[in-house]
T-cell receptor, first 117, second 115 residues
Framework: EAGVTQSPTHLIKTRGQQATLRCSPISGHTSVYWYQQALGLGLQFLLWYDEGEERNRGNFPPRFSGRQFPNYSSELNVNALELEDSALYLC????????????????FGSGTQLSVL | DQQVKQNSPSLSVQEGRISILNCDYTNSMFDYFLWYKKYPAEGPTFLISISSIKDKNEDGRFTVFLNKSAKHLSLHIVPSQPGDSAVYFCAASFHYGGSQGNLIFGKGTKLSVKP
């Protein structure tokens, strides 16, 4: 069974540009989460999508946005990139809580390393 | 305001000895706690969890202890092996009033197990 896949592995952008990161969840998982791990910091929650809808977002500015597609894959967009956006962006998936399963056990991808120059 | 704190950025242990990783939290509403392990260039992987109704959960060499009154949990690895060398993240969540859908992570502790 394939795990959570993220693309690209590395992404280099300059300030002011836009970045698009992609994530495919484990088959059967309908919830997708995005986390940012900046250097020296823990994983900071960005966004949670479930069944195609945004369920919750972390304390990040609106230029961080995303969506979830009908096949449950997801995209994270970061507009007007700033130097401090340089970080590892991790996507995770889980079963939907509506299915009565505990969704805290997240399955993570290997991440996209975004570098903003 | 950091709700989940791992105050030791690193820990070095001899192979065969016990590794104890600590985690403190501030929000008494947290009701589920997890530990994740992360190797370089890989995503975090789930290791072990504990519900707030328990004070101990064991899985092979890994045991998590929860002290709700102290808002403290710890992960014990016995015996430690070189393959356990990784960054360990403590995470917490709460369902009271409906799930927020996200885990709150600490900054991690880098464990090095020396042969």
């Amino acid at each position: 069974e394939a795990g959570v896949t993220q693309s690209p592995t590395h992404l280099i952008k300059t300030r002011g540009q836009q970045a698009t990161l992609r994530c495919s969840p484990i088959s059967g998982h309908t919830s997708v989460y995005w986390y940012q791990q900046a250097l020296g910091l823990g994983l900071q929650f960005l966004l949670w999508y479930d069944e195609g809808e945004e369920r919750n977002r972390g304390n990040f500015p609106p230029r961080f946005s995303g969506r979830q597609f009908p096949n449950y894959s997801s995209e994270l967009n970061v507009n007007a990139l700033e130097l401090e956006d340089s970080a590892l962006y991790l996507c995770a998936s889980s079963f939907s809580e509506k299915m009565g399963r505990i969704n805290e056990k997240l399955f993570f991808g290997s991440g996209t390393q975004l570098s903003v120059l | 305001d950091q709700q989940v704190k791992q105050n030791s950025p690193s820990l070095s242990v001899q192979e065969g000895r016990i590794s104890i990783l600590n985690c403190d939290y501030t929000n008494s509403m947290f009701d589920y706690f997890l530990w994740y392990k992360k190797y370089p260039a890989e995503g975090p992987t789930f290791l072990i969890s504990i519900s707030s109704i328990k004070d101990k959960n064991e899985d092979g060499r890994f045991t998590v202890f929860l002290n709700k009154s102290a808002k403290h949990l710890s992960l014990h690895i016995v015996p430690s092996q070189p393959g356990d060398s990784a960054v360990y993240f403590c995470a917490a969540s709460f369902h009271y009033g409906g799930s927020q859908g996200n885990l709150i992570f600490g900054k991690g502790t880098k464990l090095s197990v020396k042969p």
